[in-house]
């Protein structure tokens, strides 16, 4: 199978242990590169590498994605002697929802994933396979660990930051407060303050709330003029699934603050390795100003109270991560 060919179309399809190409050197004399598109074999060979430190090593984070969108598996694993020594997990995007000549291939589980990492037994398999992968192929989110043990053998470039918690010292959220410039803390405090006063009521772990995130989602950016992925029914289902397969690897939560009947903001948390996840919002800012950074302050202590060491805010600014959390590096490679 050529690079850039299309693994979906049925005449072409990869049988399970199909050798992509020789390379003509004395490395491939001894290996092989194979494409394994079959779901399960896939699920065990990511089982085998992942470390599962975070929650996108997770199967079961990946397959949410992968039950939504179906697009077909490009595990990229190298072999010796019947051993798998490195793995590439990618799928081929080919039915975008807001681009659709957008045809490409990344990560399994789509470029949503963060903190991503490349699986091998040894680090200088990684440019092989790298060399190997087709075209056009796009890996963002790259973690920043996996970036230094390659440094100097792949061209990565920089990707925008995630920003991260670090939860150790704090009591409370107070703590934290008071690690942040005068005027920023004061207005945590006045934006809590705001929401208190309303007298709101906290609901914990009614996951149908998951339908009302996603309409304040869908009406806040909708005021603001911008498009959401919640307008793909694939990432609605993807979430349901993620709410559905908690307790394998991760377990979920959610948070919703009600104020005189009204829905005023519900956040959808993961959970893992000591990690709490910010992973899903929805805020009605219109009629309840400050109900993010309430929210943000109630899920600092509800992290602590639970033992967390961190929590992650996940990539993307969105205008005001910056304002109150550490930026913590990713990368990218792209091969056209």
Known sequence: MGQGQDPSD???????????????????????VVV?????????LWK???????LFDTWEFRLAFYEAYKYNPYFLVLKKNGENLALLPLWYEDNNFYDKNLKRYTWFGSDWQEENKFFAKNIDYVPILLSLAPTPLYLNAISQKTVEKLKGKVDFKEDEPKYVLNLKGFKNHEGYLMTLKKNTRR?????????????????IDNFSDLDVLINLAKKRFGERGESVDWDDPRRVETFKN?????GTSYRVKMIKVKIDGKDAGVDLVCIL????????????????????????????DDAIKLGMEKIDFL???YQWKNKYFPPVSLYKFEKN
């Open 273 to 300: 390795n000591k990690t709490y996840y910010a992973v899903k919002c929805g805020y009605n800012i219109s009629e309840f100003s400050g109900i993010g950074n309430f929210l943000n302050l109630y899920e600092i």
């Open 36 to 44: 394994v598109s079959d779901i399960k074999e896939c699920e065990k």
């Open 48 to 54: 085998e590498f992942s470390p599962n430190l975070t």
């Open 242 to 246: 993620v709410i559905k397969f908690s």
């Open 187 to 203: 207005n945590l405090r006045k934006d809590k303050n705001r929401i208190l006063r309303q007298n709101p009521e906290v609901i």
């Open 10 to 32: 049925k005449n072409k399809k990869l049988k399970l242990e199909e050798p992509l190409k020789e390379l003509g050197s004395l490395f491939i004399l001894k290996h092989k």
């Open 315 to 317: 990539q993307n600014n």
